[in-house]
């Protein structure tokens, strides 16, 4: 279901406050922060708030940091004992910085000589980094500059300019241009390649393809190679370029290529590594058929092609899929004559071991990646520029699994198919391991 920008803000201020707790519970006794909380209600203290108890703890804990700095720069000192060359305390100074909470205001101890560089709270710095990870989140999330400013000032009482919104969302380019151009593995089991739209404003507000290619390594792990803009609509000239920039990066070798009907791509993969096997996906294939079906006749036509693609040989398939075009061809021969263009990609899946049909029986590993990234998409509308669209697609793609426990249930899934694939692929996905 698509998310419209009026519900972003809310979203994220559900997700920001679950973070919150979250962050607050990890490494704290529990004893003593239920004494802390507990004194606080005694003494009619609020939580949070500019005078409450988290307030007051961050600016502890901020002020408590650089103290220890200071007499460890000053030879570990008491207050007021010289250090070398006459070395002092020369009080503190006032400094506001911008926390998960708020506002904090801050004092910070200075040096007689000025050569004081605190580390937990640098000179000059405005803003704690979890602040640029909560904007960072938020624009991932699809909400605009001005609704992240206003985000930030309802919930936390902060004032952020849209400058520097822009600002820091602006550092992950250096980073997105290393990962971009990162040297990749020699050897990935499966890959499965998509393309996405997006809408960008040049001159004219126009949809633009984003090719997506995501890759399972050798030990099981989601690895998202890429994202690349294209021109026009998607085409396996331009796939070609994709695939080659991959190789180009270390791809020695990939077994299985999952990806959609479209047409001249199985030329262009097997161009680029001759000895991939290219898999179409079922599902693109079923949803491909009822574009050329009427909807009442959408359920009989995906109950008679299930024998086709469940099949335990390619004969078995080829039987199932002539009685399926006898019962068929006259009233959708469009349906069969798709089946029958696609079938030197569909019939390699059915040699495969069990637990390799289950894993790439389906695009939905990709599926799943592209349902979040249109998600995030849709609750921005469009873009000005193409660096805006992959800019956006990026951090997107950052916020992704933040507790890493997706990424854990993907490996575990994957166990089993990699031993399988060891024995079929006769030591490629071994040497990918050496």
């Known amino acids: 279901?698509?998310?419209?920008?009026?519900?972003?803000?809310?979203?994220?201020?559900?997700?920001?406050?679950?973070?919150?707790?979250?962050?607050?519970?990890?490494?704290?006794?529990?004893?003593?922060?239920?004494?802390?909380?507990?004194?606080?209600?005694?003494?009619?203290?609020?939580?949070?708030?500019?005078?409450?108890?988290?307030?007051?703890?961050?600016?502890?804990?901020?002020?408590?940091?650089?103290?220890?700095?200071?007499?460890?720069?000053?030879?570990?000192?008491?207050?007021?004992?010289?250090?070398?060359?006459g070395n002092v305390r020369n009080g503190t100074r006032a400094k506001t910085v911008l926390a998960d909470i708020g506002p904090v205001e801050l004092d910070v101890p200075r040096d007689r000589d000025g050569t004081f560089r605190p580390v937990i709270v640098r000179k000059r710095q405005r803003r704690l980094s979890g602040v640029d990870d909560m904007v960072v989140s938020l624009v991932a999330e699809g909400l605009t500059t001005g609704e992240v400013q206003a985000h930030?000032?309802?919930?936390?009482?902060?004032?952020?300019?849209?400058?520097?919104?822009?600002?820091?969302?602006?550092?992950?380019?250096?980073?997105?241009?290393?990962?971009?151009?990162?040297?990749?593995?020699?050897?990935?089991?499966?890959?499965?390649?998509?393309?996405?739209?997006?809408k960008i404003r040049d001159g004219q507000v126009a949809n633009r393809p984003v090719y997506v290619a995501l890759g399972v390594t050798v030990d099981g792990e989601r690895d998202i190679l890429a994202l690349w803009a294209g021109d026009g609509g998607e085409g396996a000239k331009y796939w070609l370029r994709v695939l080659t920039e991959?190789?180009?990066?270390?791809?020695?070798?990939?077994?299985?290529?999952?990806?959609?009907?479209?047409?001249?791509?199985?030329?262009?993969?097997?161009?680029?590594?001759?000895?991939?096997?290219?898999?179409?996906?079922?599902?693109?294939?079923?949803?491909?058929?009822f574009r050329y079906a009427s909807r009442k006749d959408w359920a009989a036509i995906a109950k008679d092609l299930k024998p086709v693609y469940t099949a335990p040989s390619e004969a078995a398939a080829f039987d199932r899929f002539a009685e399926f075009a006898a019962t068929w061809e006259k009233k959708y021969p469009a349906i069969i004559r798709l089946w029958e263009s696609a079938w030197a990609e569909f019939v390699p899946f059915l040699r495969f071991d069990v637990e390799i049909r289950k894993i790439i029986c389906t695009a939905s590993a990709i599926e799943s990646l592209n349902a979040w990234l249109r998600r995030s998409v849709n609750a921005r509308g469009h873009f000005p520029t193409e660096q805006a669209a992959l800019k956006h697609l990026y951090l997107a793609l950052v916020s992704l699994d933040p507790t890493r426990r997706g990424r854990q249930r993907w490996t575990n899934r994957w166990k089993a198919a990699l031993n399988a694939f060891d024995m079929t692929f006769d030591g490629r996905l071994s040497a990918g391991r050496s």
């Not at 097997?270 to 290219?278: A, D, F, L």
């Open 1 to 85: 279901m698509t998310t419209t920008t009026s519900e972003a803000p809310a979203r994220a201020k559900r997700a920001g406050a679950a973070g919150a707790a979250a962050s607050a519970g990890d490494g704290i006794d529990e004893q003593l922060a239920a004494m802390l909380v507990e004194r606080a209600e005694s003494g009619g203290m609020s939580l949070v708030g500019p005078d409450g108890l988290l307030a007051k703890l961050t600016k502890l804990v901020l002020e408590t940091g650089p103290e220890a700095e200071m007499a460890e720069h000053l030879g570990g000192r008491e207050k007021h004992v010289r250090g070398e060359g």
């Open 152 to 198: 930030l000032a309802e919930v936390y009482g902060t004032e952020l300019s849209r400058e520097a919104i822009s600002d820091i969302t602006d550092r992950v380019l250096e980073g997105m241009a290393e990962w971009q151009s990162r040297p990749l593995d020699a050897v990935y089991p499966v890959v499965f390649i998509d393309c996405i739209h997006v």
């Open 246 to 289: 991959i190789r180009n990066r270390g791809v020695q070798d990939v077994l299985i290529m999952v990806c959609d009907g479209l047409k001249g791509l199985p030329d262009a993969i097997g161009q680029v590594w001759p000895r991939t096997i290219t898999r179409t996906c079922v599902v693109h294939l079923l949803r491909n058929s």
